[in-house]
């Protein structure tokens, strides 16, 4: 069935570092795929989302890239802050559902 | 964002107890979603709802029955449960269920049973 994995946490950076956190899947069809983050204490809220291949999401300083080809949607931002602390989630959607990769741990350090 | 509220934020229970969740959306989606967030593990879609029907039911426990009144209330009734059900339960919901459709998230309800 379809399938999310991403790069296990937690990742620590120092802030203003670039940040990679690397996602790839397996799907039937062509899924839309998301990055969704959970700041301590809060619900997910979505952070950006592609919906076909070499579509780019883009919010906050985030930016992924739907990569039909690797099959990846990898999460990068140029400079960290220590308010992007949060745990990220990678998922696609498969009908109706969505299925998430099990989520990537993010410590910023001042 | 108050766009998709939870009650209670917090819940001890005993494994004889029984407790009802509460979600409720107030951006006017048609469907609404139960999941469960334990630690180290994937999120795990526990019900699916549309139009107040319900569509998917991803071989949850009979301990946790789903209802969903309105489209814009649902609800977890809970009863008997077990210690390994301790989790966070997250509600969402989507304006459909089209594929590229982004789920909206409430805070959750931190279970604790004991």
């Known amino acids: 069935g379809d399938s999310v994995t991403q790069m296990e946490g937690p990742v620590t950076l120092s802030e203003e570092a670039f940040l990679t956190i690397n996602c790839t899947y397996t799907?039937?069809?062509?899924?839309?795929l998301f990055w969704y983050v959970q700041y301590p204490g809060e619900g997910l809220q979505l952070l950006l989302k592609?919906?076909?291949a070499d579509d780019k999401g883009s919010n906050k300083g985030f930016e992924a890239t739907y990569r039909k080809e690797t099959t990846s949607f990898h999460l990068e931002k140029g400079s960290v802050q220590v308010s992007d602390s949060a745990v990220y989630f990678c998922a696609l959607n498969s009908n109706y559902q969505l299925i998430w990769g099990a989520g990537t741990k993010l410590i910023i350090k001042p | 964002e108050t766009g998709v509220t939870q009650t209670p934020r917090h819940l001890v229970m005993g494994m004889t107890n029984k407790k009802s969740l509460k979600c409720e959306q107030h951006?006017?989606?048609?469907?609404m979603y139960w999941y469960k967030q334990s630690a180290k593990k994937p999120l795990e879609l526990m019900f699916v709802?549309?139009?107040?029907?319900?569509?998917e039911n991803n071989s949850v426990p009979s301990r946790f029955s789903p209802e969903c009144p309105n489209s814009s209330h649902l609800f977890l009734h809970l009863h008997t449960l077990q210690p390994e059900d301790s989790a966070l339960y997250l509600c969402?919901?989507?304006?459909?269920?089209?594929?590229?459709?982004?789920?909206?998230f409430g805070p959750g309800t931190r279970l604790l049973v004991l």
């Open positions: 592609a919906t076909k």
């Open positions: 799907a039937t069809g062509y899924p839309s």
């Open positions: 969402a919901s989507s304006q459909g269920l089209a594929g590229s459709e982004t789920q909206y």
């Open positions: 951006l006017g989606h048609n469907a």
């Open positions: 709802y549309s139009l107040e029907e319900r569509v």
